[in-house]
């Protein structure tokens, strides 16, 4: 089984700064791929970042990265030049491939202010 | 690309009827289909996980009787939330995995909010 802790359950960011949201993991498969998914008040699903476990460079979208750890089993979100529209809920997901297929292992969330 | 819907966005229902809750992928074939259940201020938790013609693989937890999926075709699954009391209200999502895609990345349906009264 896996499981993904969100230590923060909030966290605020002054426009155009940038913030550090945690994750860490932990899982017994050598094949995973881990997510942060961003989840604004319309409650749509929004794919942020990925991470092929079996990569060690971290993935970057534009003013999103990601600082993997695999051997601390961590997996943290950093936001840079942050934006009003990026106020929303974070997860931290990772996969299993339980059943035959990739399921989703959630964090309980980061709720992210940004203060004008 | 890879777009998801669902319908209805939001149904309110009396206690003790059954409520069907559509998941389709419009322009792709999902190898795959999830289904979620958030209840507010939580976390998303995985119900059960369906592959086309075959029965869902439900989670520890899950009624199985009472949340009947269907994953009929490669573009349509379906949740019916049987007898349903206001204990089973709450915020659905489904999501479907790409046939010849990445296994591994899903795309969201944008919910559908059950109110049972």
């Known amino acids: 089984a896996q499981t993904v802790t969100q230590s923060q359950p909030e966290m605020s960011v002054q426009e155009a700064e940038t913030v550090t949201l945690s994750c860490t993991y932990d899982?017994?498969?050598?094949?995973?791929?881990l997510f942060w998914y961003k989840q604004p008040p319309s409650r749509q699903m929004i794919l942020v970042i990925r991470?092929?476990?079996?990569?060690?460079q971290n993935a970057t979208e534009n003013r999103f990265s990601v600082n993997f750890q695999k051997a601390a089993k961590s997996f943290s979100l950093k936001i840079s030049d942050s934006q009003l529209g990026d106020a929303a809920m974070y997860f931290c997901?990772?996969?299993?491939?339980?059943?035959?297929?990739?399921?989703?292992?959630f964090g309980k969330g980061t709720k992210l202010s940004v203060i004008p | 690309g890879a777009v998801v819907s669902q319908h209805p966005s939001r149904v309110i229902c009396k206690s003790g009827t059954s409520v069907k809750i559509e998941c389709r992928s419009l322009d792709f074939q999902a190898t795959t289909m999830f289904w979620y259940r958030q209840f507010p201020k939580q976390s998303l938790m995985l119900m059960a996980t369906?592959?086309?013609?075959?029965?869902?693989?439900?989670e520890q937890g899950v009624e199985k009787d009472k949340f009947l999926i269907n994953h009929a075709s490669l573009t349509l699954s379906t949740l019916t939330v049987t007898s349903a009391h206001p204990e089973d209200s709450s915020f659905y999502i489904c999501s479907a995995s790409l046939l010849g895609g990445r296994a591994s990345e899903q795309f969201f349906g944008p919910g559908t909010r059950l109110t049972v009264l």
């Open positions: 991470q092929e476990a079996y990569k060690q």
């Open positions: 997901a990772s996969t299993s491939s339980g059943a035959g297929s990739y399921q989703l292992t």
């Open positions: 369906s592959n086309e013609g075959s029965k869902a693989t439900y």
């Open positions: 899982t017994s498969e050598s094949d995973y791929y």
